[in-house]
């Protein structure tokens, strides 16, 4: 599924990387710490998380993943959309909770990254 796809389909607001939202999702992850994502986040997963700082953005350039949802209605702050635009790097937004929004990418057929 491309993230241009899950927009559409969950009504989510794209803040940055419009032109990059024709990559596909391989997987997806959901976690909060930065380390874990950088451990355990492979290539061309989608990461949701609460964070907006533009940490968010070097964990997901240095992953190459293929973008981030942000829940709660979180808005990147601005330096975080100047770095993912520079990036090329999608970053949206979702109004639902992390868990409520995972289960429902889980039901369009995402699936966890593979356990190492």
Do not use: C
Not at 62 to 70: M, N, S, T, Y
Not at 76 to 105: N, Q, W
């Amino acid at each position: 599924m491309k993230l241009n796809d899950l927009v559409k389909e969950f009504g989510l607001e794209v803040k940055t990387g419009k032109g990059h939202l024709d990559r596909e999702v391989a997987a997806g992850y959901a976690s909060d710490l930065l380390s874990d994502v950088l451990a355990h986040a492979e290539e061309g997963t989608l990461w949701v998380t609460l964070h907006i700082h533009q940490n968010i953005v070097a964990v997901a350039s240095h992953k190459d993943l293929a973008g981030i949802i942000l829940v709660q209605g979180r808005q990147p702050e601005k330096d975080t959309i100047a770095k993912a635009e520079e990036e090329g790097l999608p970053i949206l937004v979702s109004t639902l909770s992390a868990f409520e929004l995972v289960g429902r990418l889980y039901k369009a057929g995402i699936r966890g990254a593979e356990a190492d």
